[in-house]
């Protein structure tokens, strides 16, 4: 099973900083991870897939990038409605599995 | 526009059974595979099972092989998922989630709002 970890799990930024958030893979996963956010109380939203595409409607100050077992979301500037958790999620190996997320506050 | 949306949660015993539905519409329901994901409460997200679009191909995560049944029946666009042998760690809000594309592994585009089960005595 791949693990997927995370880092750090709490990120306290103000509205305007840049986000970096990590997603390191037990072994390699290839180019196949995505990333989600979620909102209290909401369902969860795809950003990301394969590592660098952002899906559909993603406002372009979310990007990402990194191959194999290491990989990278970054949020350019963030906006008050960018503050909830991001899950990291494999499909490259049965089960699929996601990360523990990381947790973007406002500091 | 895509709506899922998943019904049939509710309190249950352990060892009890349940049957979840997710409604689909707003696309060509047998092109996509299907999934449930789950959250128990103040937890992170865990995949559980995915069905192909014909469903001839299901997967699942090891804490629920044997026990969870994935299913759909396309000419109703609903997918079904059937929990039997509950556990006290099976309390979540099992979400039913579109894949991207045709394939069983694609990323998770579109989600259901969810529904809650609570296992209980």
């Known amino acids: 099973e791949i693990v997927l970890t995370q880092s750090p799990a709490t990120l306290s930024l103000s509205p305007g900083e840049r986000a970096t958030l990590s997603c390191r893979a037990s072994?390699?996963?290839?180019?196949?991870l995505a990333w989600y956010q979620q909102k209290p109380g909401q369902a969860p939203r795809l950003l990301i897939y394969d590592a660098s595409n952002r899906a559909t409607g993603i406002p372009a100050r979310f990007s990402g990038s990194g191959s194999g077992t290491d990989f990278t979301l970054t949020i350019s500037s963030l906006e008050p409605e960018d503050f909830a958790v991001y899950y990291c999620?494999?499909?490259?190996?049965?089960?699929?599995?996601f990360g523990p997320g990381t947790k973007v506050d406002i500091k | 526009e895509v709506q899922l949306l998943e019904s049939g949660g509710g309190l249950v015993q352990p060892g009890g059974s349940l049957r979840l539905s997710c409604a689909a519409s707003?696309?060509?329901?047998?092109?996509?595979?299907m999934n449930w994901v789950r959250q128990a409460p103040g937890k992170g997200l865990e995949w559980v099972s995915v069905i192909s679009g014909s469903g001839g191909n299901t997967h699942y995560a090891d804490s629920v092989k044997g026990r969870f049944t994935i299913s759909r029946d396309n000419s109703k666009n609903t997918l079904y998922l059937q929990l039997n042998s509950l556990r006290a760690e099976d309390t979540a809000v099992y979400y039913c989630?579109?894949?991207?594309?045709?394939?069983?592994?694609?990323?998770?585009?579109?989600w259901g709002q969810g529904t809650r089960v609570t296992v209980s005595s």
């Open positions: 707003g696309f060509t329901f047998g092109s996509y595979a």
């Open positions: 999620q494999q499909r490259s190996y049965w089960p699929l599995s």
């Open positions: 989630a579109k894949g991207l594309w045709f394939g069983d592994s694609s990323p998770f585009d579109y």
């Open positions: 072994q390699s996963v290839s180019s196949y």
